[in-house]
Every structure is written in structure tokens, then in C-alpha cells.
């Protein structure tokens, strides 16, 4: 919890830039054993205010394979379950 803060008070203090911050973020994704690929500069950097976890979204929006996929897996997945109040009876 120490780490997470020190990294969010750099944020705050605009120190995101000094040479600590890095080794500080590469301690932080050890310790808390997250995946190489999350960045967790931008996480810190996109944290609301208020909030405790350290979150970000990527637009994913316009990847229409990504879509399709999704879609095909609502659809392969999707059952019907009739009841009795909603069989229009």
C-alpha cells in the first residue's frame, strides 16, 4: 500500500518524471505480480480522485474482429428460458 501511494503522490506532485518513478513502478508490478503488458504508469496517471484501484481502459471501440468475436460468443451462449409470466399467456 506504501508503493501504491508513493506512486500516486508522484503523480500529484507532477514527479513522474524523476528517475525513482520508473524502478518504483517495475517494484510495484512485482510485488502486486501484474502482467508485463499493464501499464502501470498510465494507470497511475488515470486515476480519478477518490478512487482506490488503479484502472485503465483501452478503446477497443473500432476493432471490428474483436466485435464480431464477442457477438459470436453472446450468440453461442445465449439461451432462451421460457417462463410462465413471461410467455404472454
Not at 16 to 41: I, K, S
Amino acid at each position: 500500500k506504501r508503493l501504491k501511494g508513493a506512486l500516486v503522490a508522484a503523480r500529484r506532485l507532477g514527479a513522474t518524471d524523476v528517475p525513482e518513478f520508473e524502478p518504483a513502478v517495475t517494484r510495484y508490478r512485482e510485488v502486486r505480480r501484474l502482467p508485463e503488458g499493464w501499464d502501470v504508469a498510465r494507470m497511475v496517471a488515470e486515476r480519478r480522485h477518490g478512487r482506490a484501484r488503479l484502472l485503465t481502459r483501452s478503446d477497443v471501440s473500432s476493432n471490428l474482429g474483436l466485435k464480431a468475436l464477442v457477438q459470436l460468443l453472446f450468440d453461442r451462449t445465449y439461451r432462451s428460458v421460457d417462463t410462465r409470466d413471461r410467455r404472454g399467456e
